[in-house]
């Protein structure tokens, strides 16, 4: 069991490395990371890293998925978003705190198996989960308010452009590994404003079935 000091530890380091938004705080402090991750890591739950979770895949890093959640609400009413990569579904957890509805696609699936559990046990309702290609996003559910890539694709994929609706914002990690930045890009129209965040490092977005 993971102390409530080791907690509160991890979200001093978020405010001093410039996390603001107190509801994303407080979301970070009460999604337990520990049941997201294997038990043999349980113990490292709350450092600021990236933790492998199987599949070749790994749990963001704490600053990565609170830094984009911050990003992807700043923008006022989101209350559907279409998460890309649902791995072992923490982001999915953190904005199902934050969202009306969160609509996540996985491409491996053991680990949308493993996320669906975890939903369940933790009693999280307001998340639909399917196995699928995240290039194609989620049509039947679109437009969204927002959407949030958890996988690095090499350029931008219009078809998840095509699905934000007016206003709306995608929050995403662009490019080959060790050359990754992340992206805001806000719809206005047909135009789409690009603006650039951090330097970060992501698994590859890959195609899935489905």
Known sequence: ??????????????????????????????????????????????????????????????????RMTEVLIAGGSVNKVLEIGTGCGYQSAILARLVDHVYTIERIESLLFQARERFHTLGIGNIRAQHGDGFKGWPQAAPFDGILLTAAPGEIPQTLLDQLREGGRLVLPVGQQGHQRLLLIERNGDEFVQTELNSVSFVPMLPGHG
Do not use: C, K, W
């Open 1 to 66: 069991m993971t102390s409530l000091r080791t907690r509160e530890r991890l979200l001093r380091r978020l405010q001093s490395s410039g996390i603001q938004n107190l509801m994303v705080l407080d979301a970070i402090r009460e999604v337990p990371r520990h049941l997201f991750i294997d038990e043999a890591l349980a113990s490292r739950a709350y450092e600021d890293t990236a933790l492998p979770i199987g599949s070749g895949q790994t749990i963001s890093q704490p600053y990565i998925v609170a």
